[in-house]
């Protein structure tokens, strides 16, 4: 069974900073893509931002030059680092693992349980 563990979430002030933690189990052997998705209430869930095994990263608009995602392969664990926000960022956030790998081969794709994020004005 995968597990991915969040973290960080919690209430900060607009044009504050916080920043989310997704620990995968460690019996994985790699992850292809892992991403953070958000769900604020009443909307579908979005993309936020994704990173490869290489390091290619990608954002939604609404979050470039503000969201910094990057990961720990040792660690199978990723970061969001979410700065300058707004009340609009308000939503859960969840993370994914795309592409889960055990030493035996692919095992598939993986939510974690999601973390509140609030963003106050």
């Known amino acids: 069974q995968v597990h991915l563990v969040e973290s960080g979430g919690g209430l900060v002030q607009a044009g504050g900073s916080l920043t989310l933690s997704c620990a995968a189990s460690?019996?994985?052997?790699?992850?292809?893509?892992m991403g953070w998705y958000r769900q604020a209430p009443g909307k579908q869930r979005e993309l936020v931002a994704a990173?490869?095994?290489?390091?290619?990263?990608n954002y939604a608009d609404s979050v470039k030059g503000r969201f910094t995602i990057s990961r720990d392969n040792a660690k199978n664990t990723a970061y969001l680092q979410m700065n300058s926000l707004k009340p609009e960022d308000s939503a859960v956030y969840y993370c994914?693992?795309?592409?889960?790998?055990?030493?035996?081969?692919?095992?598939?794709?993986?939510w974690g349980q999601g973390t509140q994020v609030t963003v106050s004005s």
């Open positions: 994914k693992a795309d592409r889960v790998y055990s030493s035996s081969g692919a095992m598939g794709d993986y």
């Open positions: 990173i490869t095994t290489g390091d290619n990263t």
């Open positions: 460690k019996s994985i052997f790699s992850i292809d893509v």
